[in-house]
């Protein structure tokens, strides 16, 4: 998949509005009972950074960065506000925030995720872009300084040393969304002053 490892600006990617998708289907039945079943096992964020342009600088740089993407072509990182961190919105990331495997004396790999819980359910989100140097590893409890890496274009975490039967390894870390665009045009409008704004650039989450 053609991917660039570029984040969307900052600035802008602020302002942006959305989130998480899913696609159920359901059926009415005649008795107006439902039946409904989902279509996606895992959901898909979508955003519009249309709202983050507030200035004509803002808009030169979102026009050269979806050129330089290719329209939707090219794939990139994207800063979710709303939503990156291995903790809450307002904390700072730690080593034991997210349960992300347990050890078996043989597996050196662990794949980053975080999980997303309410009362006794829980869906478990695949991590792949996290950000370089915010990635921090426990095992059994303990905070590792070494003996480990993190690939940030996969999120994979490989352990020197595989990690001995029963204990949890734990990550905490922050992480942007890989993300195209959802469009091939920009629609820009210029006013007299010539100030110029964008109705909607749509961006889509990149699953595997």
Not at 38 to 65: K, Q, T
Not at 94 to 112: H, K, M, P, R
Not at 125 to 149: C, F, H, L, N, Y
């Amino acid at each position: 998949m053609a991917f660039h490892e570029v984040r969307f600006p900052e600035n802008i990617s602020r302002g942006a509005r959305g989130g998480p998708q899913r696609r159920t289907q359901i059926v009415e039945l005649a008795s107006g009972a439902e039946e409904r079943n989902a279509s996606w096992a895992n959901s898909r964020r979508r955003y519009d950074v249309a709202y983050g342009i507030r200035r004509v600088d803002d808009l030169a740089a979102a026009v050269a960065f979806f050129e330089a993407r290719n329209g939707r072509l090219y794939g990139f990182r994207f800063k979710d506000w709303a939503d990156h961190k291995s903790c809450a919105p307002s904390g700072s990331p730690l080593s034991a925030d997210q349960l992300i495997g347990t050890g078996d004396g043989e597996q050196t790999e662990f794949q980053l995720t975080k999980a997303y819980a309410s009362g006794g359910d829980a869906w478990v989100r695949t991590i792949t872009k996290p950000v370089a140097g915010t990635v921090r590893i426990a095992v059994d409890g303990d905070e590792q300084m070494s003996g480990w890496s993190v690939d940030a274009m996969t999120g994979i975490v490989t352990f020197e040393t595989a990690p001995a039967d029963g204990v949890a390894i734990r990550a905490g870390f922050e992480f942007d969304v890989p993300v195209r665009f959802d469009t091939d045009t920009l629609d820009v409008t210029l006013d007299i002053e010539r100030l110029g704004s964008i109705t909607s650039v749509p961006l889509v989450e990149l699953r595997r």
